[in-house]
């Protein structure tokens, strides 16, 4: 069975820029998530999908933030623009429920300069 | 919201000794608890995870306890390898039971 796949691995900007990251989750799996992990720290949730619908993005900052999980499946992820503060690993997992358990991609190392 | 948190933040073990790993959390209704392993450059991996009517489950070398009363729940692994190196985190479903939330993590050591 294939895991999450992300993409890029890794991405260094300018701040101010914009930058969007891509997942695929494993498939048949309905709930997506987003991750952020700055070195050192947990995961923290940015947002959940359920299929193409949003459950949880409390945690995401939508000025800047964005997440769409158009058809269920793939999702992508952007920041637009970027700050400093934004570099962190962004993880992206998925689950076949909501109950049941999640497994992460490699995530994308991003770096703002 | 609920709130995870994960001590010791570093251990150093020799190799074939015991480690263990203590979380606690604040939301009583929490009812799922995984631990996961991240390695340097790869997303977190889940080892072993718990719910909340069980008390204790192994799997060879590593056993998860769980004590809803005091709200605390453990990581041991036994007869360590130097491959347990990683970096350890704790998590717990926050309170609309969905996505989970995360320790700091515990960064472990084995050295032969």
């Known amino acids: 069975e294939a895991g999450v796949a992300q993409s890029p691995r890794y991405k260094i900007i300018e701040k101010r820029q914009s930058v969007a990251f891509w997942c695929n989750p494993i498939?048949?799996?309905?709930?997506l998530y987003w991750y952020q992990q700055i070195l050192g720290q947990g995961p923290k949730l940015l947002i959940q999908?359920?299929?193409?619908?949003?459950?949880?993005d409390s945690q995401l900052p939508k000025d800047r933030f964005s997440a769409e999980r158009l058809k269920g499946v793939d999702s992508t992820l952007k920041i637009q623009p970027a700050k400093l503060e934004d570099s962190a690993v962004y993880l992206c997992?998925?689950?076949?429920?909501?109950?049941?358990?999640?497994?992460f991609g490699q995530g994308t190392r991003l770096t703002v300069v | 919201g609920e709130n995870v948190e994960q001590h010791p933040s570093t251990l150093s073990v020799q190799e074939g000794d015991s480690a263990v790993i203590k979380c606690t959390y604040s939301?009583?209704?929490?009812?799922?608890f995984p631990w996961y392993k991240q390695e340097l450059g790869k997303g977190p991996q889940l080892i072993i995870d718990?719910?909340?009517?069980?008390g204790e489950k192994k799997d060879q070398r590593i056993a998860v306890t769980l004590n809803k009363t005091a709200k605390h729940f453990s990581l041991h692994i036994t007869e360590t390898q130097p491959e347990d190196s990683a970096v350890y985190f704790c998590a717990a479903h926050n309170q609309a039971g969905t996505a989970l939330i995360f320790g700091k993590g515990t960064t472990l050591s084995v050295s032969s």
């Open positions: 999908f359920q299929n193409n619908g949003v459950v949880d």
């Open positions: 498939s048949g799996h309905a709930t």
């Open positions: 939301d009583s209704a929490s009812n799922y």
């Open positions: 718990i719910r909340s009517n069980v």
């Open positions: 997992a998925s689950s076949l429920t909501r109950s049941t358990e999640a497994f």
